[in-house]
């Protein structure tokens, strides 16, 4: 059964996404694009995970609608999981509607967070550094197995975990992207070489806006697929 899918139209996004932060990069001035693009607090790039978000936790709303259609508990987990995860995200990007409403930041907060904001992962490396890492390992491990499967032609069945828990092929290249977009962060760290402009953009700021649509495609992929089933 060939199911109806988003994702095969979709997949260019977050490509086209980076490339524009690189041009932007090239045309605009150092002052322009640090303070309109890059501002780790109000500039562009950092809105758009937020705004990339909101129609996948959409998306994941009415693909657990259509809960009875996955075929196993672990699948039905999955989907929830992810659907959480990217609703966690989205809040912790506006601190929870702190970036919005401009509350004052609360006193533990003020304590406990290294930018006194309101938000967790600014707190603790487990709100943080461990959630991104296992999101890393789900898409590059996604990205290899996807490829491995390409090659074998031996797609997963509809009826199993594995067919709801991937991503599906065409995603997994925007997994890929998800990992090449840190690496001028990572060479700098492990051999001090900066990148070359216009690349040197902010990597780890790239690689969430990457993530966030990736999380997004992923929802949308998984309800026009199980809709597709009725």
Not at 106 to 119: D, G, I, S, V, W
Not at 120 to 145: D, T
Not at 178 to 186: G, Q, S, V, W
């Amino acid at each position: 059964m060939n199911l109806k899918d988003i994702s095969p139209h979709w997949f260019w996004l977050p490509f086209g996404l980076l490339a524009a932060m690189i041009v932007a990069r090239y045309f605009l001035s150092e002052e322009t694009y640090q303070y309109y693009i890059a501002e780790r607090e109000y500039g562009l790039v950092e809105w758009l995970q937020p705004v990339m978000l909101l129609p996948g936790i959409l998306f994941g709303l009415l693909a657990l609608r259509l809960w009875p259609q996955l075929p196993t508990l672990q699948a039905r987990a999955w989907i929830l999981i992810v659907t959480l995860g990217a609703f966690y995200m989205m809040g912790e990007e506006i601190s929870w509607g702190q970036w919005i409403f401009m509350w004052d930041t609360p006193e533990y907060m003020l304590e406990h967070n290294k930018q006194h904001e309101t938000n967790l992962h600014n707190a603790s490396s487990w709100f943080n550094q461990k959630p991104r890492v296992l999101l890393e390992l789900w898409v590059l491990i996604g990205a290899i197995r996807s490829g491995l499967r390409a090659y074998k032609n031996k797609p997963d069945e509809i009826g199993t975990t594995s067919y709801w828990f991937w991503p599906t092929q065409p995603l997994a290249w925007t997994g890929v992207l998800a990992m090449l977009a840190m690496m001028p962060e990572r060479i700098t760290d492990w051999w001090g070489i900066l990148p070359p402009f216009p690349f040197d953009i902010d990597a780890a700021e790239a690689q969430e806006l990457v993530l966030a649509v990736l999380l997004t495609l992923f929802l949308a992929s998984v309800w026009t697929r199980l809709r597709s089933m009725k």
